[in-house]
């Protein structure tokens, strides 16, 4: 499975957009774009998945490059509840395996 | 809403009791998951289910069992507890194996002493 490079942490300001970058450089063709979140003493929460178009639900949108190589999150208006480690994970369409790396600790000010 | 519950969500056992942390699920998905996450080590899977009395090795099987008598049920058994399986249990579920999303459980932090 490919590998994923996420900033160790982030940080916005209450309201703003988020933008949660993600590399992706070895991602193959039947490989899916996941992020997943992970509130502190929660289970992991499903946000988004997307393979080449950018996709957009209630939760945020997903921005993928045009070579695929990396891809954005973006939470339009963060609120303090979006604090979180966001987790960008790439996956085979065959495959039942997430993989979770380090992720992206994003910290919500006020 | 998919709900998955966990039957604990903090456990204290001895070293060499046999444990069980049981999960359900109210979404009637056909696949369901054991992940434990350690610092430093992220989620790693320890067994997963795709039918009832169907069942897969994950990464870490080593020390665990299952069992899924029920679509909605799907236990995870330590036979004999050892302090090395100190731990947050993760369940999930999914509609299908491959592209659909998971939904996880709120865990249970596991403490062997």
């Known amino acids: 499975d490919a590998k994923t490079t996420q900033p160790t942490s982030m940080d916005c300001a209450e309201g703003r957009a988020a933008n949660l970058p993600c590399n992706h450089s070895?991602?193959?063709?039947?490989?899916?774009v996941y992020w997943y979140r992970q509130i502190h003493s929660q289970g992991p929460q499903y946000i988004i998945h997307g393979l080449k178009n950018n996709e957009t639900n209630e939760m945020a949108s997903l921005i993928i490059t045009e070579d695929r190589k990396s891809s954005t999150l973006i939470l339009p208006h963060a609120t303090l509840r979006d604090t979180a480690v966001y987790y960008c994970?790439?996956?085979?369409?065959?495959?039942?395996?997430?993989?979770f790396g380090s992720g992206t600790r994003l910290l919500v000010r006020p | 809403d998919v709900k998955v519950t966990q039957s604990s969500r903090y456990l204290v056992k001895r070293t060499g009791e046999k444990v069980f942390l049981e999960c359900v699920q109210d979404?009637?998905?056909?696949?369901m998951f054991w992940y434990r996450q350690d610092p430093g080590l992220g989620l790693r899977l320890i067994y997963f289910?795709?039918?009832?009395?169907?069942?897969e090795k994950g990464d870490i099987p080593e020390g665990y069992s299952v069992s899924r008598e029920k679509k909605e049920r799907f236990s995870l058994i330590l036979e004999s507890a050892s302090t090395n399986q100190t731990s947050m249990y993760l369940c999930a579920s999914s509609l299908t194996v491959s592209l659909y999303e998971q939904y996880f459980g709120p865990g249970t932090r596991l403490t062997v002493t």
């Open positions: 070895t991602i193959s063709g039947n490989e899916y």
């Open positions: 994970i790439v996956r085979p369409d065959s495959s039942y395996k997430l993989i």
């Open positions: 979404m009637d998905h056909e696949n």
């Open positions: 289910s795709y039918d009832v009395k169907m069942k």
